[in-house]
């Protein structure tokens, strides 16, 4: 945001926070309410940065800063001249805190978390909201559209609650989003990244054709790493017939499964605390977060991946082989 505005972006940073720090209420003892600097506080934060950057690069273009003389060094000047910016934007924040004490939700935090976050964190805490969401990326893939599309709309909120879910675990409770955690890394890029192309990496062991085996020693060890755009475009699964059903039906399945066997397996161990890179391969996060019952999970949900992939590589791997045959013998005569 900071970029788009083109301003100076350190000190626009520098002013966010104690924006921040002036829209939050205090506690009884006249301290800093650190309670909205978690996930409860996650809305209220994005509100603040967004309009902090948006006001100051307004005031900046307004030339509203203090013009030193040409003898003062540009590191002083510069640093000198947000001076007014930073004022006037903590006193807007902090008319919006005298504002909202009138009301009765004391604070905006309390507002926002009422009327915004609270129903979309329970929107998307739902498991089948969450299954919906990744299956939809998968079917805008398919057709090349990014699937950041959509989670640059709900990440925000799933974040909110997975943050819910540390501070549950930190104080010893029941994890209030502990089937969306699961059930949204299963579907997501763990298992191979996008469209969870595990299964479909194990099939190419059994190509026949010469493509897929070039193409299996090229992109299969990067899948391991969740890092599946070689696949994704040599093979390609976009906008391919052969891929639309496994690409849709792999977080509808692997979601439900996972889903169900939260109910009969025990996860009263499972730590959100724990955050590996996205590149770690699936049973070892799996292993680590929730020990012996996710790792059981992730092998029956492997099986799972593989018997979707595999019909569909199988009907693709055949046309390409038969194709192959054919250009084989026609160069021959």
């Known amino acids: 945001m900071p970029q788009i505005i083109q301003t100076y972006t350190l000190e626009k940073a520098v002013t966010e ?26 809305f209220v934060a994005i509100i603040v940065g967004y309009v902090t950057a948006a006001l100051y690069g307004f005031l900046i273009r307004k030339n509203l800063t203090i013009k030193m003389p040409d003898t003062v060094p540009s590191n002083v000047s510069e640093s000198l001249s947000p001076a007014i910016l930073s004022g006037v934007i903590l006193a807007f924040f902090f008319l ?7 009301t009765p939700f004391d604070n905006i935090f309390t507002f ?17 909201a969450i299954i919906l969401i990744f299956t939809l990326a998968n079917m805008l893939w398919f057709f090349g559209i990014h699937p950041n599309m959509v989670y640059g709309v709900v990440m925000p909120v799933m974040t909110a609650n997975m943050l819910a879910n540390m501070t549950a675990f930190q104080q010893h409770q029941e994890l ?6 699961i059930v949204s890394y299963v579907c997501g890029n763990s298992f191979g ?17 010469e493509r897929y085996k070039q193409l299996f020693k090229l992109a299969g060890p990067p899948v391991i790493f ?10 390609p699964l976009m906008l391919n017939p052969f891929f639309f059903v496994p690409m849709v039906a792999s977080p509808l399945l692997m979601g439900g499964i996972a889903w169900g066997m ?7 161990k499972y730590n959100p605390l724990i955050a590996l890179p996205w590149t770690t391969p699936a049973p070892i996060t799996m292993a680590l977060k929730g020990g012996f019952n ?11 991946n593989v018997l979707v992939w595999f019909p569909f590589f199988k009907m693709a791997d055949k046309k390409e082989y038969v194709l192959e045959q054919e250009n084989a013998k026609g160069t021959k005569a």
């Open 226 to 235: 969740n890092v599946n755009e070689p696949l994704i475009f040599g093979m």
């Open 262 to 268: 939260l109910s009969i397996l025990d996860f009263s």
């Open 17 to 42: 926070f104690p924006a921040q720090t002036v829209v939050t209420a205090s506690n009884d003892v006249e301290a800093f309410a650190s309670q909205y600097t978690g996930g409860s506080g996650l």
């Open 176 to 181: 209030p989003y502990l089937a969306m955690s």
């Open 96 to 102: 919006i805190r005298v504002l909202f004490s009138f």
């Open 294 to 304: 996710y790792l059981l999970i992730f092998i029956v949900l492997l099986i799972v």
């Open 112 to 128: 926002i978390t009422t009327l915004i976050q609270a129903p979309l964190q329970s929107l998307t805490g739902s498991p089948i």
């Open 193 to 209: 990244g996008q469209g969870s192309t595990y299964g479909l990496v194990i099939s190419m062991f059994t190509a026949k054709s």
